[in-house]
């Protein structure tokens, strides 16, 4: 899936600059894509992204799933 996939509408999604605590508009649109699930995140729901990898997030699943690909798999240690 790609940024101009007619499916969903490509003019609808939004680009967006990730912050800590914070994210910023940069081109309007509806949604962001999730960088894992590939689903579009309202941005009205958006409330998990990571500001380092500008990346979205559907949820807290997905979050954790992306931060045990990045850092090795183990969130106990």
Known sequence: MNA??????????????YGDG?????????????????????LDD???WNPILQEAYAGPAQALARWKEVN?????T
């Open 4 to 17: 101009y996939d007619k499916s969903l509408g490509g003019g609808d999604i939004a680009v967006v600059r």
């Open 72 to 76: 090795g798999g183990d969130s106990s």
């Open 22 to 42: 914070e994210f910023t508009v940069l081109r309007p649109g509806r949604f962001v894509i999730c960088a894992v699930s590939g689903k579009p995140i309202a």
């Open 46 to 48: 958006l409330r998990y």
